[in-house]
């Protein structure tokens, strides 16, 4: 595992390498088929993790959002996002974030939350406490927040929530402290320095969530689907993140309104 865990850091320092001399720079913006822009950035910073895994791991598979699936079925799989939150990166916002994650028979066991812009990393492993490094402070561990009126709520974007969903996330808002927007992948490595309590997503894939599963659960938190299900690469794409596991029932709850 530690050769492992410096592997997938190699492999965030490269992508690091290619997205920030483009952060904030003249870029040609396409569309994608669900209208989320892509950039020069996103396929550079995905091509080098994965030739860094070509060479280094040879026989383990990769599942990126720019370039599918390379033997998804391995034993050993990559889980690529190169950048979380590109609309943040194409409007010049710092908190986009290139997740990696590494799966053992479909079962995350190492993720990497890694924020290019702002020097932040988080590195959570199955079965150890998630580590933190960054300029600004902030100390690992989830915080107790047992009454889900006492929750700071975050969500990537309230317009992600289809038709089925929206009145559940409307229950769960009117029943906290306060909601904030935006952050994408951020937001729950934020969670899991004890400063937001729940964080809600829908119509999220593998790449989007696998990597924050073992940073949040490593910092005393739980990550399920909005039933309070485990995730898995056959889950529908709901996802829940809370920091005290006492509010997983009142969130499910809600949710299901």
């Excluded at 190699?10 to 040609?28: E, N, T």
């Excluded at 028979?105 to 939350?113: A, E, F, K, S, T």
């Excluded at 580590?131 to 915080?143: D, K, L, N, Q």
Aim: aromatic share 6%; hydrophobic share 45%.
């Amino acid at each position: 595992m530690e050769a492992l865990i410096a592997s997938a850091e190699a492999a965030a320092d490269l992508a690091g390498a290619v997205i920030r001399p483009l952060f904030r720079s003249a870029l040609l913006v396409e569309a994608k088929g669900d209208a989320s822009p892509v950039t020069e950035a996103d396929r550079g910073a995905e091509r080098a993790i994965r030739d860094h895994i070509a060479r280094h791991h040879p026989g383990h598979g990769v599942i990126g959002e720019e370039y599918g699936n390379d033997r998804p079925d391995a034993e050993w799989v990559w889980v690529l996002d190169p950048i979380d939150g590109t609309r943040a990166f194409v409007t010049g916002r710092p908190l986009f974030g290139t997740l990696i994650a590494l799966l053992h028979r479909g079962r995350p066991v190492l993720g990497i939350i890694d924020q290019p812009a702002t020097g932040e990393r988080w590195i959570g492993v199955e079965g150890r406490r998630t580590v933190f490094r960054g300029p600004f402070g902030g100390a690992v561990g989830c915080r107790p927040c047992p009454e889900i009126r006492a929750a700071e709520l975050a969500s990537t974007s309230p317009d992600i929530f289809p038709p089925g969903q929206d009145a559940g996330f409307l229950a769960l808002r009117r029943s906290v402290r306060r909601v904030s927007w935006g952050g994408d992948c951020y937001i729950y490595g934020l969670l899991a320095l004890g400063l937001i309590d729940v964080v809600v997503d829908a119509t999220m894939k593998p790449w989007d969530w696998a990597a924050l599963v073992p940073v949040v659960e490593g910092a005393g938190g739980r990550v399920t689907d909005h039933a309070g299900r485990p995730l898995t690469l056959e889950s529908a794409g709901d996802v829940m993140a809370v920091g005290d596991p006492a509010l997983l029932p009142a969130c499910t709850a809600l949710l299901s309104v």
